[in-house]
C-alpha cells in the first residue's frame, strides 16, 4: 500500500527530537524555558481526561510503563478540501523497567469498529469522525490496550526539522528518483554516496522502497533518526534550537505535559542509542461493497494484544468495553 511507506519513522521524529531537546534543557536555562513554553503551547487534554478508560489509576510516565499513540495527519494543500483523516497510527509502548520500547504500525486502511459512529470503517476515518479522541477510542478498543498518551503530529514536521538543523550527513547507497512530500513524481534525485541531505531529500531516502527490502528500510531509517537525533543535539542543532521549537509549535499537539515529556530522555539516551521492536498488523487487503479494506488476521489481533499488554505489566485481561448491539456495516 502506498500510504504504509509513511512508517513509524517519520511520525515518531518530532517526540524525539523534543525529548531530546528536553533532556539538554536541563543544563540550559534559556532552552528549558523555551521548550516548556512549546510543550505548554501544544499541549492539549482528551475529552476524557488525563485517564485511560481501561486503566484503573492514572499512570505515572516516570515510574510506570506507558503508552504513547502517535497520530499523522497530512494537512497537505492536496488534501485540504476534506475533512483531515489520519495518514499514519502508531502505538508505542515503553517498558520502564528494562526501558525498552515498541512500536506497532496499525495500517491506515484497517477495517475496524469506530465507537463514534457505532459501525465498521477504516480505522483512518476515526479521526474525521471524531478528531484525536475518536481515533484513541477506536485503538483501545480494536486492541484491548489503554492508550495514555497521545502525540498529533502534522507531516511537514519532519521536512522542517531536517532543514532547521542545517540538514543531515548520510552515506546514500544507491542513486534514486523519488516524490517529495506534496507528492510531486520524480522531484527528488540523489546520488549514491556521502552528502548533506535536507528535509525533502532525508525524507525520501528515507520512505523509497524500490531498490531493497522492507528489512534494509527499516535499519536505514534507523540509522536516519539517530544522525538526526546526533545533529540536533549538536552544536550546530543547539544553536537552531528555536526554529525547531517553532516547527514543533506549529506543528504538533499532545497530551503529554512538560515534565512528562522530559521523563522519557533514558529510552533514547541509553549507550547503544535509540532503538525500538517494531510490530505489524498481519492481514490482507481487498475490496468489499464498500470499498478497498485491510481485513485483520484476528489471530494476529490476539498476539499483538498479548505482547502489548506484556509490555505494559498488564498481566490479567484487561475489562474490555460493552460490546456494541451491531458491529456489521
Known amino acids: 500500500m502506498i500510504r504504509r511507506k509513511r512508517t513509524v519513522f517519520i511520525w515518531t521524529i518530532v517526540f524525539i527530537v523534543l525529548i531530546g531537546i528536553g533532556a539538554a534543557a536541563g543544563y540550559a536555562g534559556y532552552l528549558t524555558d523555551q521548550v516548556k513554553e512549546t510543550a505548554t503551547e501544544s499541549h492539549q487534554e482528551l475529552d476524557r481526561g488525563g485517564k485511560s478508560d481501561k486503566r484503573t489509576e492514572e499512570v505515572n510516565p516516570a515510574q510506570d510503563h506507558t503508552s504513547v499513540l502517535f497520530i499523522g495527519v497530512d494537512d497537505s494543500e492536496k488534501r485540504s478540501e476534506t475533512t483531515s483523516r489520519s495518514d499514519a497510527l502508531i502505538l508505542a509502548t515503553f517498558n520502564e523497567d528494562d526501558k525498552s520500547i515498541k512500536m506497532l504500525d496499525i495500517p491506515r486502511d484497517s477495517l475496524t469498529y469506530i465507537p463514534e459512529v457505532g459501525y465498521e470503517d477504516k480505522i483512518a476515518h476515526a479521526h474525521a469522525f471524531g478528531g484525536v479522541d475518536a481515533s484513541v477510542e477506536t485503538v483501545e478498543r480494536m486492541l484491548d490496550v489503554p492508550v495514555d498518551y497521545y502525540v498529533r503530529l502534522n507531516f511537514q514536521s519532519f521536512v522542517e526539522i531536517v532543514d532547521s538543523i542545517g540538514g543531515i550527513t548520510y552515506d546514500v547507497p544507491y542513486e534514486l528518483t523519488e516524490q517529495n512530500s506534496s507528492d510531486q513524481a520524480g522531484a527528488i534525485e540523489l546520488d549514491e554516496g556521502t552528502q548533506t541531505l535536507n528535509g525533502e531529500q532525508a525524507l525520501a531516502l528515507a520512505r523509497t522502497r524500490k531498490q531493497d527490502s522492507d528489512l ?16 540536533a543535539m549538536s552544536s550546530r542543532g543547539l544553536n537552531n534550537f528555536d526554529d525547531i521549537l517553532a516547527s514543533v509549535n506549529e506543528h504538533m499537539s499532545t497530551n503529554l505535559t512538560f515534565d512528562e515529556m522530559i521523563t522519557f530522555k533514558d529510552y533514547f539516551l541509553q549507550k547503544e542509542g535509540f532503538t525500538f521492536d517494531e510490530m505489524q498488523l498481519q492481514g490482507e487487503g481487498g475490496f468489499t461493497g464498500n470499498g478497498w479494506y485491510y481485513q485483520l488476521d484476528e489471530e494476529s489481533i490476539q498476539e499483538t494484544t498479548d505482547q502489548l499488554k506484556a509490555h505494559l505489566g498488564l498481566e490479567k485481561p484487561l475489562a474490555s468495553e460493552e460490546a456494541p448491539e451491531d458491529d456489521s456495516m
Open 216 to 231: 534494509a528500510r527499516g535499519e536505514r531509517q534507523m540509522e536516519i533518526i539517530q544522525q538526526i537525533f546526533r545533529e
